[in-house]
């Protein structure tokens, strides 16, 4: 999930220190996301989402 997450971020044009700050989680936590060290909470990931355009199942399933 985590390098779905950069691959949209970086698509959006978006930097880590602004999809944190829009998502309201710190950067050091979406850093670890991107990682593959962290899991986000469903809320949290909802938000990312949202931000990004996405479904959370575009997120999180690489086949879709």
């Not at 998502?23 to 991107?34: C, D, N, P, Q, Y």
């Not at 909470?41 to 879709?64: C, F, H, M, R, W």
């Amino acid at each position: 999930m985590g390098r779905r997450v950069r691959a949209f971020r970086k698509l959006k044009g978006y930097t880590q220190q602004e999809l944190a700050d829009l998502t309201g989680i710190s950067l050091a936590v979406l850093g670890a996301v991107e990682r593959g060290n962290r899991r986000l909470e469903d809320q949290i990931l909802d938000k990312i989402a949202n931000v990004l355009g996405v479904t959370t199942e575009e997120l999180v399933n690489p086949d879709s």
